[in-house]
């Protein structure tokens, strides 16, 4: 743990990370004494992984599985952080046109045995999960907080997960009394109020091994998406770990991307969706949403 006094200020630095949602956490805040950092950075990890059981496709008991469950009935009544992160990415779903689909649990599946197998998926069936990758066999039931799925349906809120627990951390921060705070995890950033007597958190942005770009946020976020570190080659091809629903594979062109936004439950999902969309089409996307920009790395 850092500490760095700040002049002008009752405020002092501390840092703290730690494993979660098969990432690591960083958690930077400015504090009145450690002792408040520690309770409300204990709270934040806390949550973490109280929404990583939610929320996770590994865990069969997960709140996530059970509710795709061939035995599950519905309407499922659900958590509020389930009801409320399956809102947001369907709408997300909706707004991208499926380049980012919450239903994409077939082909998440498919392709972790690729990987593992290190040969392609069979295309029968890569064919009938890509068939079961659709948004709209989600329906929602706000009245009663519940969801139905078209059977056979397979969630997989991995290119949104992410991004919602660190939006979460600045508000479990900020019931702590704490907003001077950036909340990290792998490639997503949530940025609080500024530290003392700055404008901003400065955040490196790394989408390739060439290129670093630094900037400033304040209550705000950012999310990069690409091939940097998470790709695997399969008969000679390159592959993402980004999946596009249309083909059921990983995407095969070099592309990486960071996406700002009011909150990083958005800018999580939409740096996916158009890693997916590619370059011109993401930028058409992005030029639709108020409060959204993507910067894409310069090329020689």
């Known amino acids: 743990m850092a500490l760095n006094l700040v002049h002008g200020a009752n405020l002092t630095r501390h840092d703290f990370s730690g494993p979660g949602m098969a990432t690591t956490f960083r958690i930077a805040c400015y504090a009145e004494d450690k002792a408040s950092a520690d309770k409300a950075t204990e709270a934040c990890f806390e949550r973490i992984a109280e929404l990583n059981a939610i929320f996770t496709d590994y865990d069969p008991t997960s709140e996530l599985m059970r509710l795709c469950a061939p035995e599950a009935k519905y309407p499922f009544k659900v958590s509020e952080p389930l009801f409320d992160i399956l809102q947001r990415a369907r709408a997300f779903a909706k707004t991208t046109h499926g380049t980012f689909d919450p239903t994409c649990g077939h082909l998440s599946n498919l392709w972790r045995r690729a990987k593992r197998q290190s040969k392609l998926p069979p295309a029968d069936r890569l064919q009938q999960a890509i ?6 066999r989600i329906t929602l039931h706000p009245e009663y907080r519940s969801v139905s ?8 809120l991995g290119g949104i997960a992410k991004g919602y627990a660190a939006d979460e951390c600045l508000r479990v921060l900020k019931q702590h009394g704490i907003t001077r705070a950036v909340v990290q995890a792998g490639g997503d950033t949530a940025v609080g109020d500024p530290p003392p007597g700055e404008t901003g958190w400065p955040v490196t942005l790394r989408t390739d091994a ?6 400033s946020l304040a209550n705000s976020a950012v999310s990069t998406s690409g091939d940097l ?4 080659e399969l008969e000679g091809q390159r592959y993402s770990h980004i999946i596009s629903p249309k083909t059921g594979l990983g995407l095969t062109q070099r592309i990486a991307c960071s996406v700002f936004a009011n909150d990083c439950t958005t800018s999580d999902a939409l740096a996916t969706a158009i890693c997916v969309l590619g370059k011109g089409e993401g930028e058409k996307l992005v030029a639709q949403i108020p409060g959204v920009k993507v910067l894409f790395p310069k090329t020689p």
Do not use: M, S
């Not at 068939?131 to 709209?136: E, I």
């Not at 799925?149 to 997989?156: E, I």
């Not at 570190?229 to 695997?232: K, L, M, N």
């Open 131 to 136: 068939t079961a990758t659709d948004w709209r």
């Open 210 to 215: 060439k290129h670093e770009t630094q900037v």
């Open 229 to 232: 570190y998470q790709f695997t």
């Open 149 to 156: 799925l078209q059977p056979g349906t397979l969630l997989d």
